[in-house]
């Protein structure tokens, strides 16, 4: 008896239909992640421009808060003082960075992934903890304040400290960006210029600078940004010298103001707005330093040149071993300035008088809950972005609010939780005051990041996967799960880093958003400060640089485990 095979017509039609079927389920998750972000996204942000257009009362006043704004003579000194300051941090931490990526990129100089690694430890504890160090260098009892009024500079508090703290702060984002332009170089070029005998300073001039132009720009607005909207060292060590983060605290906090803390906070927003703006526009610009025939450029041995640019690295990395070799010291010395033996007084004090061990908790808790839920989010959204078809107004979308958030201050989008969440009338008012809303907020400030990871990740398979997959009438979250998944667990790792490291260190995101049960370590470092326990403060801020620097071992060796169990095929000669 011969078997009853299904026509031409009817197989068409059921590989339609379960196409149908699985393109409506990844339709159905891509509005599910639309309407995420447009929950902990937009509407926050767009609750901030409805408060800076309402009075008191709530009624209209079009732009009657951004006038007396305008005629506020202390809220005008802010804004110059925070634009003033940021220029300068820029001035000096850029060409600083510049000498750093140039000594690790253009010289045969010993220990380049030592020095690299020392530059790397501002992004592991919280910024402040630059601050603290300062004032135990610098301040009215610091190590070194006679010879600070020696060079006519009365006191440390102030923009003499924000200015210094920042750029110990910042450097590394800048080196991060620089390293990257530099390395991408054509060997060409320098030979050609070699053979005409042209002179190091016009190669320079000529070669060098020009083609690491763009990553100059970069790395000189996300250092202007990253400047212009700090909160926690303007707060420790800023004195009575205001700028627009500090106003935004004080008018929302302090005074209750809510409709000029949403001007300040726009004001905020703007450079933030430019600068990626700028930096979309110098992009598309940039012609490729690189091309098919390229010869990576290797650099020659040079004993003066490269013992000059040992020097110079050694200079910086004492200099940032000094900012956290002095908080370290406090955190353990007994009495400042009068008993120095070692002690952990400050350690009992903050985490056991003062409660911080319950804050340090709720650090890790919001930060793994950053890291899993945070690269779950992100690399599902990608996917779906990616790998997946349809919807495309929709598509559209999700990718600028993918985007955006690289474009919002986390002071801005916490001041938008605040206006959003806590209304009453919203159903999602249950959030507030909750860690899990800190860990949301977390996920969405830190947003962009990872899903540029995520996406570079994905462009690398090719999408012949789905399209078999597809004729084999696999749904697609299959061929997710047992081919996308295992390939691209080491992005996968990278950005779960990326999450916990941030979400450890941040204060910004977070600092109008906890209560007493939920409150974090960076904000209970700011707390300690004001209550005049800077020891305790700088012991938490140790804490937190402990704990970053012992998960960044701890996802090194995930890493590493994981490429031995599913990235062994990439070094399978065939």
Not at 12 to 30: F, K, M, N, P
Not at 182 to 196: G, T, V
Not at 226 to 232: A, E, M, R
């Amino acid at each position: 008896m011969s078997a009853v095979l299904p026509s031409s017509g009817e197989a068409a039609g059921t590989v339609r239909q379960s196409a149908h079927w699985t393109d409506r389920l990844a339709q159905a998750a891509l509005l599910l992640v639309a309407l995420a972000l447009v929950a902990f996204l937009a509407l926050p942000l767009l609750t901030i421009l409805l408060h800076a257009v309402q009075g008191k009362a709530g009624e209209f006043v079009a732009l009657d808060n951004f006038i007396a704004y305008a005629h506020s003579p202390a809220l005008l000194t802010s804004l110059w003082n925070s634009v003033w300051v940021s220029t300068l941090v820029t001035l000096i931490t850029v060409p600083l960075a510049f000498g750093f990526a140039y000594a690790l990129a253009r010289s045969c100089m010993p220990l380049k992934p030592l020095f690299r690694g020392i530059t790397l430890i501002p992004l592991l504890a919280p910024s402040l903890l630059s601050a603290i160090s300062l004032i135990y260098w610098f301040g009215n009892q610091g190590v070194l304040r006679d010879w600070m009024k020696g060079l006519g500079i009365a006191e440390i508090y102030g923009a003499p400290g924000i200015v210094l703290a920042e750029c110990f702060a910042v450097f590394p984002h800048a080196l991060m960006i620089l390293v990257t332009a530099l390395s991408l170089a054509d060997a060409r070029l320098y030979e050609a210029a070699d053979a005409m005998g042209t002179s190091a300073a016009r190669k320079f001039l000529t070669i060098t600078l020009p083609g690491a132009k763009y990553g100059l720009i970069s790395a000189a607005l996300v250092t202007f940004t990253l400047v212009i909207t700090d909160f926690g060292i303007p707060k420790v060590i800023g004195g009575s010298f205001n700028v627009l983060a500090t106003d935004v605290f004080k008018l929302v906090i302090g005074q209750q103001d809510f409709s000029k803390g949403a001007v300040v906070a726009i004001l905020l927003l703007a450079p933030a707005v430019i600068t990626f703006a700028v930096d979309h526009y110098v992009s598309r610009r940039q012609t490729a330093m690189l091309t098919a025939r390229a010869v990576p450029y290797r650099p020659k041995r040079a004993p003066r040149y490269d013992a000059a640019m040992t020097l110079y690295c050694c200079v910086i990395a004492f200099l940032v071993l000094a900012m956290l070799g002095m908080a370290v010291f406090a955190s353990f010395a007994s009495f400042w300035p009068y008993k120095l033996t070692p002690s952990l007084r400050h350690y009992m004090l903050g985490l056991v008088d003062a409660e911080v061990g319950e804050a340090f908790v709720n650090s890790l808790k919001m930060a793994a809950g950053t890291a899993v839920f945070g690269t779950a989010l992100v690399f599902c959204a990608a996917y779906l972005l990616e790998k997946t078809k349809g919807m495309d107004g929709l598509r559209a979308i999700v990718r600028l609010l993918a985007m955006l958030p690289m474009a919002v201050p986390g002071l801005v989008l916490g001041l938008g939780y605040i206006f959003f969440f806590n209304q009453p009338g919203n159903p999602l008012n249950p959030l507030y005051h909750t860690l899990t809303l800190l860990t949301l907020c977390t996920v969405v400030h830190f947003y962009t990041t990872g899903h540029l990871t995520a996406v570079t990740a994905l462009k690398s398979l090719d999408s012949e996967f789905e399209a078999v997959s597809a004729s084999l009438k696999v749904p697609f979250f299959k061929t997710f799960w047992r081919v996308t998944l295992p390939i691209c667990t080491p992005a996968l790792v990278d950005i779960a880093r990326y999450f916990f490291i941030n979400a450890m260190t941040t204060i910004s995101a977070v600092v109008f958003l906890y209560s007493p049960e939920t409150k974090v370590a960076s904000i209970a470092i700011l707390n300690l400060d004001e209550a005049g326990e800077i020891g305790a403060a700088a012991a938490m801020a140790v804490l937190i640089a402990a704990a970053s620097a012992t998960a960044t071992l701890l996802f090194m060796s995930l890493a590493w485990w994981i490429d031995r169990r599913t990235q062994a095929w990439r070094g399978t000669e065939r």
